[in-house]
Structure formats: C-alpha cells, structure tokens
Nanobody, 124 residues
Framework: QVQLVESGGGSVQAGGSLRLSCAAS????????MGWFRQVPGKGREGVAA???????VYEDFVKGRFTISKDTAKNILYLQMNDLKPEDTATYYC??????????????????WGQGIQVSVSS
C-alpha cells in the first residue's frame, strides 16, 4: 500500500518561497501519477499541479509561472517549489498518487492515495 508523507510547510510573507516535499513508498514515483492539491476550510479540494510517470507536468492557471512540480524518482520524493507566494495561496496542501489515471490529473477523483496534509500560511 502506497504511503505519502508531506513536509516543508510553514508561514511566509507574501512574495516569499517554500518548497513542499512528499516522501512516497518505494517505487511510487516511477509507477504512479502524482499531484498536489490544496484546500481551505469550507471549500473543496482543488488541484494545483500534477506530474505523470514520464515527467510530464500540468498546472492550474493560478499557479503557472510561480509553482513548479518535480520528482526525484530514485528517492521517491515529490516536490512543489512555490515562489512569489500570495495570501490566497494559504491552504492545507495535500500530496496524492494514483496507479490508474481514470480522470483529469488535476481532479480529486483521479487519485486513490492521499497524504495527511500540511499547512501553508502566507501573510500580507
């Protein structure tokens, strides 16, 4: 069973940067599509970025040019480099993985394994 553990969250001022990491079970990065989602209280979980087994990436428009998703296949770690952070980026961020992409990679329904989430807070 795949396990995902996020790290790297915290508090930062607007314009700052953070890098999230997601440590995955052995083999996950080379066999699963993986993604980052975020959620604020009272709203649904929204896709941020995703990367497939071949390293092809996709981003939501609101993070294009600011966030970069990448992975280290040898270490089975997924990353999300977040630059030029804005207060509206404040959310709990989740790592996700799936071995069968049956839906768009930026939709929650595409994934069957989730991390526990990590908080990112951006102050103005």
């Amino acid at each position: 069973q795949v396990q995902l553990v996020e790290s790297g969250g915290g508090s930062v001022q607007a314009g700052g940067s953070l890098r999230l990491s997601c440590a995955a079970s052995i083999g996950t990065a080379s066999s699963h599509c993986m993604g980052w989602f975020r959620q604020v209280p009272g709203k649904g979980r929204e896709g941020v970025a995703a990367i497939d087994v071949d390293g092809i990436t996709v981003y939501e428009d609101f993070v294009k040019g600011r966030f970069t998703i990448s992975k280290d296949t040898a270490k089975n770690i997924l990353y999300l480099q977040m630059n030029d952070l804005k207060p509206e980026d404040t959310a709990t961020y989740y790592c996700a993985a799936t071995d069968f992409l049956g839906a768009h990679p930026l939709t929650r329904a595409a994934y069957n394994t989730w991390g526990q989430g990590i908080q990112v807070s951006v102050s103005s």
